[in-house]
């Protein structure tokens, strides 16, 4: 059986290819050309254009959608545009299944980012093949947008001024069980037409994780809360003092106002291995030998 992993070069595409590999004919599809990868064989496609995907399609294919345009000013819409074309050459080419990764929080949110995220889905699931949804939080691994600024916030700043985001309770996930839940809903029967919630085993407010974070870095911070920092403000504040640039930053802020909590565990039974802890994923994702978490 093929998997085709659209948005392959990603942070969850990258994660991802080789738990396909082990037992899937890969082909990772992204807009650059790749080095090598034993296993997989990379391909060259544009989701904004149909007739690429519908030469890279086959019967029988599952069709694994990575896809986020986050950072573009345009991002909703193209993103929408990105999933008609998919479900549609999916659709054309017989495929099997459609396998997506959207977000958490997207019922009663008015972030565009988690918005988007939630029409993707829907356009994907307008088409003949079955869909299977899973909604994650914050994602912990090296390369994650979110991540990656909570750790520059951690490493930059002994003292924080923070929104009130920080309090808001989220169930961060690690890279490799967020690759793990993918792989074992792909081809799967019982989780076509379904969607599910993934998180890690831990639910906590946003303070709480930059405050663990810190601490397996060896650094002491505090944190002053404030409530007059808009999303505006907080955007380019997190622009000045992290790697993430302006358009990314402000999506992502709005969705960190909404409370991105797992509300069932139906996948943990479906695809079952114990979970990675919180503490265990920021190591791993710090690249930590020695337990401390500095590199």
Known sequence: MRAVVLGASGVIGRALLPELAAGYEVVAVSRGAQPPQEGVRWAQADVTEG????????????????????????????????????????????????VYLGGLGTEGTDSEHLLSRAETAATLARGRVPL????????????????????????????????????????????????RYLAGVCGLEAAYGESYD?????????????????????????????????????????????PVNAAVARPLIDGLRTPTVARDTRIRELVPFAPTSFDQAVRAALGAGDGTGRR
């Open 51 to 98: 007739e690429a995907l519908s030469a890279l399609f086959e019967p029988g294919d599952v069709v694994v959608h990575l896809v986020h345009s986050l950072g573009r000013p345009d991002f909703a819409e193209v993103d929408r545009h990105a999933a008609e074309n998919v479900a549609r050459a999916a659709e054309h080419a017989d495929a099997r299944q459609i």
């Open 132 to 179: 299977t949804t899973l909604h994650a939080g914050m994602v912990v691994g090296p390369g994650s947008a979110a991540f990656e600024t909570i750790r520059a916030l951690v490493d930059r700043l002994p003292v924080m001024v923070t929104p009130r985001w920080v309090s808001t309770p989220t169930q961060p996930v690690a890279l490799v069980d967020v690759a």
């Open 198 to 242: 993934v998180g890690g085993p831990e639910v906590m407010s946003y303070r709480e994780m930059i405050e663990r974070i810190a601490r397996i870095r060896g650094r002491r911070i505090r944190i002053v809360e404030v409530p007059v920092l808009t999303p505006r403000l907080s955007s380019w504040w997190l622009h000045l003092v992290t």
